[in-house]
């Protein structure tokens, strides 16, 4: 990688040639290029079209998913009978409900997920080899960066989504959307302009799922290279698919938090209209617990597993192969800092 070979040799050439003061601007100036170089821009655009690529592939499962977690009193508990009573009552393609702004979310999210976690790794690893920690730092610092810059798109395209679906909690108000640029009027019209991040602390907080997700997927992935020169199409698939499995299992009682507040329909206590609280989060647990005991927390788990596990690994691999067929085509030695 350009940006890493220059942090490596520029010191020695600043101190050998140039003006006085230049040996302190060069590894500055060699940061710079490391964090927007070509390699980074390659592994982003690569997660992001491998990330669109499976959540269409997958994305009914992501709808039954999604009606599990928000419409607790829902009494079909699994996720072929559910996305069977979708059908049945809003039509074939509702199932697909929502594709074009969580394709876009998913999209914008993934790209500066995966970019700002490739960035910091040449900056931190050098061309070294990584770590277990250094992975789960990285994630969390290219997780906290996401949250804050895609939840306004996240909270639009929960809406959007269940817009129009047959709920049976009398407790979700109804929205009428003409469109995603409609829906963000109309929130900041009606809500506030930080209704847009409603559900930002459960995020904050599941900056861990991707972290957890990229330390396996990372770790495993040392493993296999040590082996082999390079990882196989099932390789991707199934490392990818472990890792997703174990993040996803550990946060879900989170995630289901996180969809509730997005959608951000429910009547709450009206004393306590701060969607993103701490203490909004600790009530939403409370009740479902109330309500269900303890596997209401997992409430959805099963369709998630599937939707999700599946998802990673079909994005896993077509970023894999993605970025190893652009760095062959344009010439380029792919980085081996994993």
Same mark, same amino acid.
Not at 82 to 106: N, T
């Given at each position: ?5 220059? &942090?490596?040799?520029?010191? @020695?050439?600043? /101190? ?7 040996? @302190? ?21 690569? /997660?992001? !079209?491998?990330? #669109? =690529? ?45 594709? %074009?702004? &969580? ?12 970019? =700002? *976690? ?21 994630? +969390? ?8 810059? =895609? ?27 003409? /469109?995603?640029?409609?829906? *963000? ?9 930080? $209704? ?11 900056? %861990? ?5 990229? #330390?396996?997927?990372? /770790? %495993? ?35 289901? !938090? ?49 939707? =999700?596990?599946?998802? $990673? $690994?079909? #994005?896993?691999? +077509? ?9 062959? &085509? ?9």
């Amino acid at each position: 990688m350009a940006g890493a070979g220059a &942090v490596r040799g520029s010191p @020695e050439l600043a /101190g050998a040639v140039g003006p006085p003061g230049r040996a @302190e601007q060069q590894p500055r100036a060699a940061a710079m290029s490391s964090v927007a170089s070509y390699e980074s821009l390659v592994h982003a655009v690569s /997660g992001a !079209v491998g990330s #669109m =690529t499976a959540m269409t592939v997958f994305f009914p499962l992501d709808t039954a998913r999604l009606r599990l977690q928000v419409d607790e009193k829902r009494k079909s508990k699994t996720t072929p009978a559910v996305l069977l009573e979708i059908i049945k009552e809003e039509g074939l393609l509702a199932p697909y409900r929502g594709w %074009f702004p &969580v394709i876009s979310s998913l999209c914008c999210s993934n790209f500066v997920y995966f970019y =700002t *976690f490739n960035s910091l790794k040449a900056l931190w690893v050098k061309g070294q080899h990584s770590t277990t920690g250094k992975d789960l730092v990285l994630g +969390v610092v290219a997780g906290v960066v996401n949250v804050l810059l =895609t939840t306004p798109l996240w909270v639009v395209n929960t809406r959007l989504k269940l817009q129009g679906a047959k709920f049976r909690n009398e407790d979700i108000v109804p929205t009428n959307y003409r /469109g995603i640029i409609d829906a *963000f009027h109309q929130i900041v019209r009606d809500e506030g302009v930080l $209704a847009l991040w409603n559900g930002t602390f459960p995020s904050l907080l599941l900056v %861990f799922n991707p972290a957890i997700q990229f #330390m396996f997927y990372e /770790g %495993f992935k040392r493993k296999l290279l040590k082996k082999q020169l390079q990882l196989t199409s099932l390789d991707a698939f199934v490392i990818g698919a472990i890792a997703k499995a174990v993040a996803t299992t550990l946060t879900y009682p989170l995630q289901t !938090v996180q969809s509730i507040l997005r959608f951000g329909r429910h009547r709450l206590n009206p004393e306590n209209r701060t969607l993103g609280s701490l203490r909004n989060v600790l009530y939403l647990l409370q009740q479902r617990v109330r309500r269900f005991g303890l596997v209401g927390l997992y409430k959805g788990l099963e369709a998630k597993l599937l939707q =999700t596990v599946l998802t $990673a $690994a079909l #994005m896993f691999l +077509v970023y894999e192969k993605l970025t190893a067929a652009t760095f062959t &085509v344009m010439g380029l030695k792919h980085s081996r800092r994993h």
